[in-house]
């Protein structure tokens, strides 16, 4: 125990963390604005484990690897799902809709389109001395646009082009500031690669994907010089797909995702040798601006720093590093049960949880269902809820049976 002070969150080099005043470790998470983006969209990757990135494609491969969508066999097919958000506090108008399709050009070229829409329902504004300033409806959404080729037999790229907007409290006013809405472009880069191998008498298949996301300009909600960093990410993917008969197959996936964005830095560092709280190199070299010198980067310099910017070392990088787990079963490509697992550091989130959930398929429609049970004693959105994805396959409605 140091003989610091300080009230507030400080470093301390001895235990590579974060510690409160009776210095023990607290979290320190990568903070974005627009945080809606990273939230798994759809039933079927939310009972996997939040996995997506190289399991098969279908509509929802926008969000996790817009790539996949070059190898899709369909012509067309459009999903719609519905995502209720902290159902357990009674909430009925807190929810995230996403929709999302895409049309095959030919043989190596597939387009896709997705709409997200995150709305916070209804809230009553007060001022610091809890006088009502209003009512407003805060709500958030991304407009996507994707291009995806194939460039080998086995090999292919994608690129999605985005439009996000966010509208949290616009028209209120806090500290005499204004607060408006916020607006960023940003893209998607993504690729894919898959191989056909014989582990089973039917076959098998693996699959490797990697994808770049949400990587464009920050945002602000008033005339401030601090813009707030959108949650670009770096997803890799591995699934193994193993055809056992005619009619049973399985599919073992893992995800490791990590924000590229700067790691959290305390305002100060406590000396090993006095137990003194010290300035932290790196936190502002300008205080004249009262900027942290980490919402001063460029999105570029910021995402090739991720990997070693954070002040407890390769320890605190891998911290920041989150994992999937996901397992499905297909019988007669109708009926799915899935299981997946999520894990986050409890430093940089503690988000814990099983997902589970199913998959029907009947002629021209699909219906995936998800369920998320936690697993620790962090509060999540989604504990004990259930969201549903409706897919509309076109080519099976042309189709003669």
Known sequence: MFGHTSTIAQYNPLRGCVVDANDQCVPNVILSAVPFLRVVPDARGGALGDSGIATSADPNSLHYNSSKLAFIDKDMSFSATYTPWLRNLGLRDVYLAYLTGYKKVDDLQTIGMGFRFFSLGSIQFTDVNGNSTGEGNPREFEFAVSYNRKLATNLSAGMTAKYIYSN??????????????????????????????????????????????????????????????????????????????????????????????????????????????????????????????????????????????????????????????????????????????YYEHPEKGDRQFLTTGIGLKYNVFALDISYLIPTNNRRNPLDNTLRFTLQFDFEALTSDY
């Not at 500031?177 to 582990?199: E, H, P, Q, W």
């Not at 560092?269 to 300035?279: A, F, R």
């Not at 001063?296 to 910021?302: L, T």
């Open 168 to 341: 949290l409290a616009s028209g209120q006013m806090v500290d005499g500031i204004l607060i408006s809405s916020a607006n960023a472009f940003a893209a998607d880069l993504s690729v894919t690669y898959k191989k056909k191998g014989n582990i089973t008498e039917y076959g098998s298949e693996w699959t490797f994907g990697g994808a770049i996301s949400n990587l464009g300009s920050k945002v602000t909600y008033s005339a401030s010089q601090a813009k707030d960093f959108i949650p670009a990410n770096l997803g890799l993917g591995a699934a193994l797909m193993l055809n056992f008969d005619e009619y049973n197959s399985m599919t073992f996936n893992v995800d490791v995702n990590k924000l590229l964005l700067p790691s959290p830095i305390a305002p100060t560092t406590i000396n090993p040798e006095t137990g003194l709280d010290e300035p932290s190199p790196g936190y502002d070299d300008d205080p004249m601006n009262g900027i942290p010198d980490t919402k001063e980067q460029s999105i570029f310099a910021a995402a090739i720093g991720s990997f070693g910017d954070a002040q407890g070392g390769g320890g605190e990088e891998f911290k920041e590093i989150n994992y999937s787990l996901g397992v499905e079963y297909w019988y007669s490509k109708q009926f799915a049960a899935r299981l997946g697992y």
